[in-house]
C-alpha cells in the first residue's frame, strides 16, 4: 500500500517562504499533487506534477508564487511556497494517483492515495 508523509510546514511571516515535501513509499504512482483546506472550507487544489514533469497544472491562485517539483529517484514531491499570504494558510495535503495517471489534474478523486496533511500558517 502506497504511502505518503508531508514535511515541512510551519508558521512564517507574510512575504516569506516554505518549502513541503511529501515521499512516496509502498509502490509506484503517477501524478503527484497538493492539496490545501483553509479553516472551515472545502479543500482545494494547489498543483500537480506528472511523473515525467512535463504535464504541470498550478491553481490560478497561486500562479507565480508556487512551484512543484518532483525528484522519482526519491519519489519525492515538493511544494515551493514564496510571497506566501495569509490566505494560504490551512493544512496542505499531498496526494498522489495511481501509476497509469499521466495527466496533472486538479480533481480529487482521481488521487487514490493521501497524505495526513501538514499544517501552513502565515502571519501578517
Known amino acids: 500500500q502506497v504511502q505518503l508523509v508531508e514535511s515541512g510546514g510551519g508558521s512564517v511571516q507574510a512575504g516569506g517562504s516554505l518549502r513541503l515535501s511529501c515521499a512516496a513509499s509502498?509502490?509506484?504512482?503517477?501524478?503527484m499533487g497538493w492539496f490545501r483546506q483553509a479553516p472551515g472550507k472545502e479543500r482545494v487544489a494547489v498543483g500537480s506534477?506528472?511523473?515525467?514533469?512535463?504535464?504541470?497544472w498550478y491553481a490560478a491562485f497561486v500562479k507565480g508564487r508556487f512551484t512543484v517539483a518532483r525528484d522519482n529517484a526519491k519519489s519525492t514531491v515538493i511544494l515551493q511556497m514564496n510571497s506566501l499570504k495569509p490566505e494560504d494558510t490551512g493544512v496542505y495535503y499531498c496526494?498522489?494517483?495511481?501509476?497509469?495517471?499521466?495527466?496533472?489534474?486538479?480533481?480529487?478523486?482521481?488521487?487514490?492515495?493521501w497524505g495526513q496533511g501538514i499544517q501552513v500558517t502565515v502571519v501578517s
Open positions: 506534477i506528472n511523473r515525467s514533469g512535463d504535464n504541470i
Open positions: 509502498g509502490g509506484s504512482v503517477g501524478v
Open positions: 496526494a498522489a494517483t495511481e501509476a497509469s495517471h499521466s495527466i496533472a489534474s486538479p480533481q480529487a478523486p482521481t488521487y487514490a492515495y
